[in-house]
């Protein structure tokens, strides 16, 4: 029997171990907390599908890769399940990033929802997950 697929999220260079975040996650649980679905919308062009979408030949310059996203698959997501948000360090800043959860996001945004349950890793945690 072949191994299961590891779930990954690719951003631009950075490779994020989704199956890793989740082990991570039931090792130290904590509390999912509301995250604004427009503001993740509209940073990963969600406005931009629509239902009938079969994959663009677009990718945004800088943010995931939507030519495999599959619209029909989202509207079938799970809306009380947390997404996953990475957070990263920039010019001695903290920067958050969707990693596990656009499917659910653009279910959301099209059913009008406000927020989702997110769970957001600390920065030591996404550099454990993150492959490179």
Known sequence: MPA???QLFLYGKWLFN????????????RDAKPTPVAD????????WLTPGYEGAP???????????????????????EPVIIATM??????????????HRMYRAMTEGRVTLPAYTLTTAETTR????
């Open 89 to 102: 360090e920039f010019d001695d800043r903290p920067a958050i990033l969707l990693i596990d959860g656009v």
């Open 58 to 80: 677009w990718c945004p310059v800088f943010g995931p890769d939507q030519s495999a996203f599959n619209a029909e698959h989202a509207l079938q997501t799970d809306l009380d």
């Open 129 to 132: 997950i993150r492959e490179r």
């Open 4 to 6: 299961p697929a590891v």
């Open 40 to 47: 993740w919308a509209a940073a990963y062009h969600l406005d």
């Open 18 to 29: 989704i199956d890793q975040a989740q082990a991570l996650l039931k090792e130290h649980p």
